[in-house]
Nanobody, 128 residues
Framework: VQLVESGGGLVQTGGSLRLSCAAS????????IAWFRQAPGKEREGVSC????????WYTDSVKGRFTMSSDNAKHGFYMQMKSLKPEDTAVYYC??????????????????????WGQGTQVTVSS
């Protein structure tokens, strides 16, 4: 399995970006795809996930209403539309995938240890 992120960049506060995760090496049926981010000096945190089984999504509280995760019908392209960006959204964003973990609306957080496959990351910088 290979995950390749793209779409990061520099944007002003209030701007938008769309991150993409190109996935290969599996059909990705019944998988969970997630986005994590890591800001300088901080631990990596789970941002969102989507179930390829039924499209269930989950978002961490700080991005609810601003970020939207989606996938294409072929289940090889996964996206995160980010709007109303804030300086605190500045981080390296990573796409992750796993066939065993589940994306549930009841999640309190995303356990990064549960994800077996990771991309190389894409930098998002939001200027104030």
């Amino acid at each position: 399995v290979q995950l390749v992120e793209s779409g990061g960049g520099l944007v002003q506060t209030g701007g938008s970006l769309r991150l993409s995760c190109a996935a290969s090496g599996s059909t990705f049926d019944d998988w969970t795809i997630a986005w994590f981010r890591q800001a300088p000096g901080k631990e990596r945190e789970g941002v969102s996930c989507i179930s390829t089984t039924d499209g269930t999504t989950w978002y961490t509280d700080s991005v609810k209403g601003r970020f939207t995760m989606s996938s294409d019908n072929a289940k090889h392209g996964f996206y995160m539309q980010m709007k109303s960006l804030k300086p605190e959204d500045t981080a390296v964003y990573y796409c992750a995938a796993d066939s065993m973990t589940r994306c549930l609306t009841s999640l309190e957080r995303l356990p990064q240890s549960a994800y077996d496959y990771w991309g190389q990351g894409t930098q998002v910088t939001v200027s104030s």
